[in-house]
């Protein structure tokens, strides 16, 4: 086990509602970074939180959006969802250096109908 | 653009045999690549890391070697065993040093 958390585990939406993700770091990772894992398909990147300011983002759009707490851990949110976010959602955390390997948590699965 | 790819989507071994799983990369600058085991429902759990500065690297029962002048690497896994079955991902950094690019996969499916 890593020490990364998610919560939920499982969440239904339906189409046009908002939801919210959570994420919790390793002790002592103080980047947490976020992907969107469709079925049958590796990771992609979402974004990356340090220090509380998004340090890097994917090909998402502006509905997916982020914080991260001083506490490091890290919520991912999703605004007017559609059938496609419906996927994997994966939080990762790292330290301090740059290209550091990244820990991933359990994954929330998302259903969106 | 950047891109890790897979060139086995599903590898299916007898129990005990060795177990090679391959992985091309097209950035010539990357410098750092992860492989990554995900079991069905888990996040992806780390099993080894390489840096451009090295060919092979070793772990328990793991082995990747990485090749920079055809951009590709391999994991390695010896006596290879039922709880090994899953779906291995090999992952890097591209010109960023913060976002990792994953391939798309390789079930590796473990033969009693």
């Known amino acids: 086990e890593t020490g990364v958390t998610q919560s939920p585990t499982h969440l239904i939406k339906t189409r046009g509602q908002q939801v919210t993700l959570r994420c919790s770091s390793q002790s002592g990772h103080n980047t947490v970074s976020w992907y969107q894992q469709a079925l049958g398909q590796g990771p992609q990147f979402i974004f990356q939180y340090y220090r509380e300011e998004e340090n890097g983002r994917g090909n998402f759009p502006p509905r997916f959006s982020g914080l991260q707490f001083p506490n490091y851990s890290s919520e991912l949110n999703v605004n007017a969802l559609e059938l496609d976010d419906s996927a994997l959602y994966l939080c990762?955390?790292?330290?301090?250096?740059?290209?550091?390997?990244?820990?991933f948590g359990p994954g929330t699965r998302l259903l969106v109908l | 653009g950047e891109s890790v790819g897979l060139h086995l989507p599903t590898l299916s071994v007898q129990e005990g045999d060795n177990s090679i799983i391959n992985c091309a990369y097209s950035n010539s600058a990357s410098d750092y690549f992860i492989w990554y085991k995900q079991e069905s429902g888990k996040g992806p759990q780390f099993i080894i890391d390489?840096?451009?500065?090295?060919d092979k690297r070793q772990g328990q029962r793991v082995t990747v070697l990485l090749n920079k002048t055809v951009k590709h690497l391999s994991l390695q896994i010896a006596a290879t065993q039922p709880g090994d079955s899953a779906v291995y991902f090999c992952?890097?950094?591209?010109?960023?040093?913060?976002?990792?690019?994953f391939g798309s996969g390789t079930r590796l499916l473990v033969r009693p």
């Open positions: 390489i840096r451009s500065n090295m």
């Open positions: 992952a890097e950094y591209g010109d960023s040093s913060y976002k990792l690019i």
């Open positions: 990762a955390s790292s330290g301090l250096e740059a290209k550091e390997t990244q820990y």
